[in-house]
């Protein structure tokens, strides 16, 4: 079974105006984390946001927030007041702390474009 | 700081020809690792070393070799390249420890085997 999934291969949203990027994740861990990274079309890997397994409020940095509801399993990024800029590939990923040295499973991946 | 860097950062090489990429971290980081991005796949795991002298494999291993001889230093070697290892490589570095380590990567090195 996948362990991430992300289910929207595009997604498209009008400047100004906030998006929501699905993640739902598989785990039998108690303790994990998850992470949403982009990736511009220059290619380097931007880390966005984390949210750990224990964490009781959703996390958000700036226009970014992380919509986490542990019982459904899934770890959505909500980007709101969408920018050009935010025109990118959205990778979703998850460190199980069980035994893993900090590794990440990353999905596949959702390419946003914002729209003028 | 420079951060994560990887040489070089493109590559086109022949089946059965080898090579060396190099990742180098200056934040001290315990843990680093080797990715492969292919279109449509995500990243996926190659090696990783939790500390100077260790290594271990990851999701896909077939095909490569690591050394980490220095704490700063992440090596991944092909030793008889293929077609199927065309592919745009990451490293990244993390501290050791849980909570909210996140990595961090490098720019990457778009590999072409022919």
């Known amino acids: 079974a996948q362990k991430i999934t992300q289910t929207q291969p595009g997604m498209f949203v009008q400047e100004k105006e906030a998006v929501t990027l699905d993640c739902t994740y598989d785990?039998?861990?108690?303790?994990?984390?998850l992470f949403w990274y982009k990736q511009p079309s220059s290619g380097e890997m931007i880390f966005l946001i984390y949210q750990g397994s224990y964490d009781e409020q959703n996390a958000t940095e700036g226009r970014y927030s992380l919509n986490f509801q542990k019982a459904r399993k899934s770890a959505n990024l909500v980007i709101s007041a969408s920018q050009l800029g935010d025109s990118a590939m959205y990778f979703c990923?998850?460190?199980?702390?069980?035994?893993?040295?900090?590794?990440?499973?990353f999905g596949q991946g959702t390419i946003l474009t914002v729209h003028p | 700081n420079a951060g994560v860097t990887q040489t070089p950062k493109f590559r086109v090489l022949k089946t059965g020809q080898s090579m060396t990429l190099l990742c180098a971290q200056d934040m001290n980081h315990e843990y680093m690792y080797w990715y492969r991005q292919d279109p449509g796949m995500g990243l996926r795991l190659i090696h990783y070393s939790v500390g100077e002298g260790t290594t271990a494999k990851g999701e896909v291993p077939d095909g490569y070799n690591v050394s980490r001889l220095k704490k700063q230093n992440f090596l991944l070697g092909l030793e008889s390249a293929a077609p199927s290892q065309t592919s745009v490589y990451f490293c990244?570095?993390?501290?050791?420890?849980?909570?909210?380590?996140?990595?961090?990567f490098g720019p990457g090195t778009r590999l072409t085997v022919l």
């Open positions: 990923a998850m460190r199980e702390d069980d035994s893993s040295y900090g590794k990440l499973t």
């Open positions: 785990t039998s861990d108690q303790s994990y984390g």
């Open positions: 990244a570095s993390s501290y050791a420890g849980l909570a909210g380590n996140e990595q961090f």
